[in-house]
């Protein structure tokens, strides 16, 4: 009998000690998971699943492992083997819905969450992801519902504001992208991501890599021959999400002259809803272009929805240098954006004052068409020496600005200035360019 105690004590510890092992080296696999560790974690999973190929556990993390790590194919797989065995397991239809989703098969995750919710209404990760890959799948009519379904039932939760804020974003709808990541900073200040998100909900950036190329051609009604206007522009984000850069080649030819010019201009965050507009450029002729020129110019948000700007331009022209002193009040609403703004120069003689007023229809967050509208001594930038010799005119300039497979940008303008004492102008401009 003794003897029976015994055996049966060895037999019990020896199972405990299998069973903390086992327990051990499931939270070695989550570990890894959690700290991205992903080989770690598959090999661990592999070795486990070696001697039993059905355990659901380490099947689950294995394919967590798999998907993190964008290794989607082999994520499905052992994910549909697990959905086929636990067709109630909704952590595992929620992950293969969200790598259907990663995979851009929108449609076959749309089917995943839509299964979740039929066994749980409410599974917020489920709503979240419905939400999401509709988004992704470019119905922002259906997310932006969706999303508002959800802050119906929970209007304190600030991921879906953000969220939200995001899609309003990626329709163009800015006005209504900044209410909603504000909303989200407000209810967790703390948040970087949403105070950047904020602050960044302008179109000016955008975190990529783009090249362009533009070409522009201006008739005048007095004989003389077409101006013509070429530039190359590269553009980049800088690291975390400070701003962006451009840097640009320029070129002209007027009046038989033909000038270069080298420039850099960058867009940085500077405060809370606040950005910065620099631009520094430099001709070695300086025939037609200024020996160097620069912008400083910075804008302010307010009321979510407005911006103010105030600025400076200095053109150092060899024979007359010039400074330009730069304004502009704007505001969103819905998908629209339009703006005043005010041009004023210091010179001796002639109206020095202008100014022009300036309409977006925003369709996305990249795709829009604009019109302007403009009075007085020069309503425009002006950028050589014959833009700045015009005294008083009017202007009117409209375009497109859109891409094509998010990718692919082509712009066109048309612009008419009708000059008081000077030729009537007609200018036309195609840009093309690349993103990626």
Known sequence: ??????????????????????????????????????EQAITICLEQLSTNPNDSDYNFMLAQAYAYSDRWPQALGILERVIDAHPENTDVLLLWSRVQSWNREYQTATLGYTKVLHMDPDNIEALMGLAETTSWAGDYARAIELYGNMLHHDPSNPEIYYRLGRVYTWSGNYAKARENFKMAAKLDPGNQEYQKAMSASHPQFRNRFEVRYQHRIESLDDQRDDYTDQSFVFLFATPGEKGTFLIKANQT?????????FGIEFYPHLWKGSY????????????????????????????????????????????NPVSI??????????HFYTYLRLYYSDEQSGNSFSWSLNGRRYFTQDNYVFATVGQGSRPFDVTTIDDFFITQSRFFQAGVIWYFFRRIRLEFRIQVTNERDGPDRSAFQLSSGYRW
Do not use: H
Not at 11 to 27: H, I, N, P, R, W
Not at 303 to 313: K, M, N
Not at 325 to 334: A, D, K, Q, R
């Open 325 to 334: 002193y730069l304004g502009s009040l704007g505001y969103y609403f819905g």
């Open 1 to 38: 009998m003794r003897k029976m105690c015994w055996f049966l004590l060895v037999v019990l510890l020896f199972y405990s000690v299998q069973g903390l092992s086992a327990d051990e080296t499931k939270e070695q696999a989550l570990r890894a998971i959690r700290s991205q560790n992903y």
């Open 276 to 319: 910065g507009f620099f631009d520094f450029n430099l001709s070695s002729k300086a025939l037609l272009y200024p020996k160097t020129s620069y912008v400083a110019e910075v804008y302010q948000t307010f009321w979510s929805s407005a911006e103010l700007s105030l600025g400076y331009r200095r053109m150092n022209f060899e024979q």
């Open 253 to 261: 030819r007027r009046l038989k002259e033909r000038d270069n010019q």
